[in-house]
Structures are given as C-alpha cells and as structure tokens.
C-alpha cells in the first residue's frame, strides 16, 4: 500500500499549524525628563586613618584605703553614690588609738603641772636653768605625743578625697580594715578620657598636644580628643606603647565605655563625590551617572566622608559625571537634561 496521501495530509496540517511571528518593536521612553545638575568625580589626596581600639576611663579616680588598723563600724558608701570632698565613707573601731590618746593627755597634764613649778623655782633661784630646759623639753615631747594620737585618731573616719562617684565597694560592715587594703574606688566622671595601647610601627605619627578623633557607640559624632601623654617605654608582652587622650565633656560618656581612635598614617589618593550623590536603599548604596541623557545607576562601595565629600571604593571612574538632585526620583534609564 503506497503511505504518499497519508505523508502529504500531514504536512498539509503542519503547514497550517505555523503562523508568522512579527518582530518585537521597542516601546518608546515616554518618562518626563528632569532637569539635573552633575559634577565630575575626581581624585583627591586624603590621609589614611589606622583605627585602634581602647577604653574610657577617668583621669582622677582613686582606691580608698585606710590609714590605720580597725574593725570597721560604719561603711556608708554605695556604688553609684554621689559624693563630695570631705564626706563620711567609713568609720572604724579604734580604741587602742583611743588609749593612746587618753595616755599622751595625761602626760601632757603631768608636763604642763611640772613645768609650771620649774618655772617658779627658776624664778627664786632654787632650780637650775638645765632643769628648766628639761622640764621645756618634757613639755613639747608631751604636746606631740598628744597631737600625733589625736591625728591617729582622725583617721578612723574614712573621707572622701576628691568629688566624684563611686565606683566599687570593696568591704563591709565587721571587715578589718588596714593600710593597703582598699575599702573602695572611686573617680571623677566629668574628668575622661580615653586610653588605647599603640603599635610601635605607627607611634611616630602622634604627638603631645595632637588633636585626633574618638569614635564611641554611645555619642553620635566623633570627639577631639588631645594627646596628653605617652608611655616613654613599650609593654613587654604587648609591645605596645600606652598613650591617653584627654576627652571633652559630652553627654552619654562614661568611663568603662569601649571606643577607637583614628591615627593617621600616610596620604593617600581616593575617588570623591559630594556626599548628596550617594544615596542609600537598603543594604545598597547608589549613584546615578549622566550618560547619553540618562541618568544610569550604579552601585558603588563608599569609604569615610568628610567635609571634603564621600570617598568611593569602587563602582565609580576618575571623570564621571555624577547627579547630584533628585536622586530619590531617579530610575535608571530615566531621561535627563543637565542644567549648565
């Protein structure tokens, strides 16, 4: 059986099942142009900044000890307290002290008795003049006597040395206290400053009397800090150099507080734009490029700002054209023209 008919209605319906397939036209750009102005992207010398990491601390804190032995009776310190120069902080049981003062009196009412008759038998002639300085000499040693257990005395009460806040309690209620051991610390919170280890490679770009900045989490702008000192010699394990910054007065700065200062190391050559071309959506950051009467969209890697505008990392070339307004209108591809 010959197959021809069936082979030629097969392709009879194969022909019919084709159409033809009119080219895509691109649709027109019918967006509004808008009125821009740019500005070249340059390359400027900046200084490169090394971060090193330190803490706030005070520049006026101390651990109060007390200067003699003795149980201690009453310790009205509080971490946190506020307190000012000359304030009760502990009051100690001292009553050997107080002995001694009770012991020197009498002697000193002894003396004062025996030099008043010596200055009378002086005066008839009925006692020598080396007698006389004898019973002076008695007299003054007494007095002393009394005013060293007097002051002996004073020290049971524990006071503050300077105005500041406490910091640490470091005893209670029935401890013994003794010279060199601390019973608290204290420091003045309105006296900072900060404190970081540097490297030796860069310890040579700093000065006395520098201004650099401190980043803290806490405060939303840098701070000046001033170099106030440097470690004349390295630590030994760390081999780094101690230096403290003197800090301004700001608000939400407290000691204990983690920060990093900026150290500058060399000069360097970076991208610039004004900081109102990079914008900001999401995670990305962006600018727009006058091309052609579009405005093409970049992504681009941003590194400091300062008043000098934004440093690019990457995305951007030397001599490009970047917009400068109505980023946030912005799409890319979008129509532009560019105001002289």
């Known amino acids: 059986m010959k197959s021809f008919p069936l082979l030629s209605f097969l392709l009879m319906l194969a022909s019919c099942g084709k159409h033809e397939v009119a080219p895509h036209a691109s649709a027109p750009d019918d967006r509004p142009a808008i009125a821009v102005q740019t500005q070249k992207v340059t390359t400027q010398t900046m200084q490169a900044f090394e971060e090193v990491v330190g803490t706030v601390r005070s520049r006026q804190r101390a651990q109060v000890e007390a200067k003699v032995s003795g149980r201690i009776l009453d310790y009205l310190a509080t971490p946190g307290q506020v307190v000012k120069k000359g304030d009760l902080l502990v009051r100690l049981d001292v009553q050997e002290i107080d002995a001694k003062l009770a012991q020197a009196r009498a002697a000193l009412d002894q003396a004062e008795k025996e030099m008043a008759r010596y200055t009378q038998l002086l005066a008839a002639n009925a006692a020598t003049k080396q007698e006389f ?3 002076d000499a008695r007299l003054k040693i007494t007095k002393a006597g009394v005013s060293e257990a007097e002051t002996m005395l004073g020290y049971a009460s524990v006071t503050v040395p300077f105005d500041g806040v406490i910091t640490r309690k470091l005893a209670e209620v029935g401890d013994l206290a003794m010279p060199g051991k601390p019973l608290l610390e204290i420091e003045a919170p309105t006296n900072l400053r900060f404190e970081a280890d540097l490297p030796e490679a860069i310890l040579d770009r700093i000065k006395l ?12 702008t840098p701070l000046d800090a001033t170099v106030s000192e440097i470690a004349p010699i390295a630590d030994a394990v760390s081999r780094t150099f ?8 700001a608000d939400g700065l407290r000691t204990g507080q983690f920060g990093r200062v900026s150290v500058p190391v060399a000069d360097a050559q970076s991208l610039m734009v004004p900081a109102n071309a990079v914008i900001k959506r999401g995670q990305m950051e962006i600018v727009f ?17 300062t008043t000098a505008g934004t440093e690019i990392l990457s995305g951007l070339e030397e001599g490009e054209a970047v917009i400068l307004n109505d980023i946030a209108r912005l799409q890319d591809g979008q129509p532009i023209t560019v105001k002289p």
């Open 133 to 135: 300085d004898n019973a």
């Open 209 to 220: 009397g520098a201004k650099m900045q401190v980043k803290v989490a806490s405060i939303a």
């Open 242 to 249: 101690q230096v403290k910054f003197d800090l301004p007065q």
């Open 289 to 305: 490029v006058a091309n052609d009467g579009h405005a093409q969209l970049r992504l681009v890697k941003t590194g400091k700002t």
